[in-house]
């Protein structure tokens, strides 16, 4: 939580640390992120016991948490590096994913404009082996509202963030 610091300024810990990962709570169950761009985001899941609801399956807040998360990074890149927020979030989820299997995310954008951005995102099984996605799980469509102003305190995020994910 962020809080007051020694000089009576802010701290803030968000939106994610620079240097860290991409989403903090998705990180936390152990999702990586093997793409980042303005074009897809792309992040796999092992679905662990903390992962899953009683039935051992996925859960659907998680995939959905995924799918915002993995619209908001690659939102964040499109909109020139300017702070989002997620404004809508539809999910249908149309299969199981069962404890021990792994899933894919894939955010692509549908829409890029100034005010408002729409992304699909597609959550799949894959078989681990080949990386092939095999079965569809969930699809979401997030839109986000990205002409927000980044805070004084987190200028710094943008030229770390670029650094770090940035494709030359």
Known sequence: MAGAGEDGKRESSWPWPPDGP????????????????????????????TCCQPFKVLGGGLSALMAE??????????SGYRRVAGVQLSINHVRPAHLGETVQAQAKPIQLGRTIQVWEVQIWRIDPSTSECKHLVSTARVTLLCNL???????????????????L
């Open 22 to 49: 991409p989403d903090n709570a998705l990180h936390s169950l152990g999702m990586e992120f093997t793409t980042i761009t303005a074009g897809e985001v792309v992040g796999r899941l092992l679905v662990t016991a």
């Open 149 to 167: 102003p980044t805070p004084e305190d987190l200028k710094h995020y943008e030229q770390s963030f670029i650094k770090k994910h940035a494709k």
């Open 69 to 78: 998360a993995s619209a908001s990074i690659g939102g964040y890149i499109a």
